[in-house]
């Protein structure tokens, strides 16, 4: 089997991008990286902190940095934040080298899975349900354009999700 150098996950806020990614990376040995804790080692400050002093924009420019950097490391598994997608210049940073898995969750799961969170900002005003169903409407398209596997991971294992994709990679 010859794998991709690297694997790129896409999908929205409470996909499960980071716990599959951890696990998938463990089973190829491959390095895991999480473009969002890694923006935040680097920043020395939480991603809320970064939206309210620079703003959403402030925390885009530092995620398309950190994407354009981490494009570089092959062997990697990288965990990218749900709005990733949404600057089409990171579009051939987040392809480069890379098989890029889309991690497809009902709204019912997002709404689940980031219940009572209090890191994700775009979550914290309005209500979260409504925001996430708006949030899917634009961004679906575009994962499933950048994808290469739409992995669908509803009333699934973040083990199964694992084994279907060392299957499919
Ligand atoms: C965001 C998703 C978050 C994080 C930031 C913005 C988004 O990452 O990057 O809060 O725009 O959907 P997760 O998808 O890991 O929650």
């Not at 980071?18 to 473009?35: K, N, P």
């Not at 080692?41 to 959403?56: H, L, S, T």
């Not at 098989?99 to 969170?117: G, P």
Request: net charge neutral; proline share 5%; glycine share 6%.
């Amino acid at each position: 089997m010859s794998l991709p150098k690297r694997i790129v996950l896409v999908g929205p806020m409470g996909a499960g991008k980071s716990t599959i990614g951890r696990m998938l990376a463990r089973e190829l040995g491959y390095r895991f990286l999480d473009s969002d804790r890694i923006i935040e080692e680097r920043c020395g400050a939480n991603i809320p902190w970064i939206f309210d002093v620079e703003g959403e924009d402030g925390f885009r420019q530092r995620e398309t940095a950190m994407l354009a950097e981490l494009s570089e490391h092959p062997q990697t598994v990288l965990a990218t934040g749900g709005g990733a997608v949404m600057r089409e210049e990171n579009h051939p940073l987040l392809k480069r080298d890379a098989t890029v898995v889309y991690l497809k969750t009902s709204i019912e799961q997002q709404v689940e899975r980031t219940r009572r969170d209090r890191n994700r900002p775009l979550l914290q005003n309005d209500d979260p349900e409504t925001v996430l169903r708006n949030l899917f409407a634009v961004r679906d398209p575009i994962y499933t354009e950048l994808a290469d596997i739409v992995m669908f991971t509803d009333r699934k294992s973040p083990r199964l999700v694992v084994r279907q994709l060392v299957n499919r990679i």
